[in-house]
């Protein structure tokens, strides 16, 4: 079965320390990859997609993800962690030829302390 | 540009009331979709819209859920009669073009069964 796995719910960081999302996907076929993040209040905002080519993409914000297929994971990665930063992250997977439909992983809550 | 605009924010009603939610896209988005996180799970998709036509509703839980698109523009959402599982946040997400566009999603309602 597609399925996309977010292992841990909430996280905290302090601010200034890195971070890492992980993100483990099922997929029968060569997935396309998003992570989005979601503000108090906000719909989902793309941070970053992974289509083909190069494993690690860069996003907005300051976000990158790396795509491992020998994983079956897509972790999203910040070096500094910004108090703006918190937010839930929601990393998702989807097939190139059914567009917008997306399966989506449970979410991380991220906190970030000062 | 305006984003996706979604009304109501909230909305609480009793069971077995009815209940529309209204989705504005994108001016000029021809998808449009709709995906439901009730709460503590992941979000899910319900249906797509390409301009008037339903091009996918396997989300859809049932026959209580009623999805139209006016002529290609906005959309609705009507929950009759409405149950306590129904409860959660509805997001509606348009796109310009099916493939390799990026999702803009609404703020979301929040629906309250009590």
């Known amino acids: 079965a597609q399925s996309v796995t977010q292992p841990d719910i909430h996280i905290t960081v302090s601010e200034g320390a890195s971070l890492e999302l992980r993100c483990n996907y099922s997929?029968?076929?060569?997935?396309?990859l998003f992570w989005y993040v979601q503000s108090p209040g906000q719909g989902l905002q793309l941070l970053l997609k992974?289509?083909?080519?190069?494993?690690l993409v860069q996003g907005i914000k300051g976000f990158e993800a790396e795509f491992k297929r020998s994983q079956s994971s897509f972790n999203l990665r910040k070096p500094s962690v910004h108090w703006s930063d918190a937010a839930e992250y929601f990393c998702?997977?989807?097939?190139?030829?059914?567009?917008?439909?997306?399966?989506f992983g449970q979410g991380t809550e991220l906190s970030v302390k000062p | 540009e305006a984003g996706v605009t979604q009304f109501p924010s909230h909305s609480v009603i009793e069971k077995g009331q009815t209940v529309t939610l209204r989705c504005d896209p994108i001016?000029?988005?021809?998808?449009l979709y709709w995906y439901r996180r009730v709460m503590g799970k992941e979000i899910k998709f319900l249906l797509h819209?390409?301009?008037?036509?339903?091009?996918?509703e396997s989300g859809m839980p049932n026959n209580r859920f009623l999805a139209e698109r006016t002529g290609g523009t906005y959309s609705t959402l009507k929950v009759q009669p409405a149950e306590l599982e129904d409860s959660g946040v509805y997001f509606c997400?348009?796109?310009?073009?099916?493939?390799?566009?990026?999702?803009?999603f609404g703020n979301g309602t929040r629906l309250t069964v009590t």
């Open positions: 001016s000029g988005h021809d998808n």
């Open positions: 998702a997977v989807g097939a190139s030829n059914q567009g917008g439909k997306l399966i």
């Open positions: 992974y289509f083909s080519g190069d494993t």
């Open positions: 997929y029968g076929a060569t997935p396309y």
């Open positions: 997400a348009s796109s310009q073009e099916n493939y390799n566009s990026p999702l803009h």
């Open positions: 819209f390409v301009k008037e036509s339903k091009q996918d």
